[in-house]
């Protein structure tokens, strides 16, 4: 009596070792622990080169190296019908250029944002219309310090944090935050960037 293995495959996993088996690639359930067990264990690609590289592969080999190793169960695929292997080779840590990199990029957002919302104030006029609504309000001239001016920035700061759902290390609700959707927007177009290259390396038109 055959049993049914369900394989999940991962769109794509970054992988240190060499040996690349089925439990670092993708999610195994059958009702019988030992034939998970044994199929987690099942040896899937082996990287030959030292570089770092990404493998675009087919969920038919893997359901072929499963039945291979267990004639008596039947895979059923239920995750990707391709996926990736990014294969990075093991690095000492390097915390200080890690840190250098962060600071820098946390530099560059700081200050084009500023930019953006200055030219934005720029663009409206902004000091000129709390001048001119203060005047109407009150009936004095504004010295450009003023109620407005401080209420305009706390509420420019605070419409900030409540966007992007994140500050330091709190986040003010379990939702991704927008940075997080486009990094994995950006992932996901990568990966079918890699996967359509792969199936078209045989044909004399692309876009390269």
């Keep these: ?60 080999d893997v359901i072929e190296k499963l039945e291979q190793a267990d004639p008596s169960i039947q895979v059923t695929n239920i995750g990707k019908v391709e996926y990736i292997i990014d294969y990075q080779p093991p690095k000492p840590p390097r915390l200080l250029w890690q840190w250098a990199k962060t600071v820098f990029v946390c530099i560059v957002c700081f200050c084009g944002a500023a930019f953006a919302i200055m030219t934005f104030n720029n663009d409206v006029s902004v000091p000129d219309v709390f001048a001119e609504i203060y005047r109407l309000v009150t009936g004095t001239e504004s010295n450009g310090v003023t109620i407005l001016e401080l209420s305009y920035s706390v509420g420019l700061a605070g419409g900030i944090i409540i966007f992007f759902n994140h500050f330091a290390k709190w986040k003010l609700n379990t939702d991704p935050t927008p940075l997080e959707v486009e990094m994995r927007l950006y992932e996901e177009n990568i990966c079918k960037t890699l996967i359509q290259n792969d199936g078209r390396k045989e044909q004399g038109i692309d876009v390269q």
């Design 1 to 60: 009596m055959s049993s049914t293995v369900y394989l999940n495959l991962r769109e794509i996993t970054e992988v240190r070792k060499k040996d690349v088996f089925v439990k670092d690639v993708a999610s195994i359930y059958c009702s019988d622990q030992n034939i998970r067990n044994k199929c987690n264990v099942v040896k899937v690609k082996t990287v030959r080169e030292e570089k770092p590289k990404r493998y675009v592969e087919s969920a038919l």
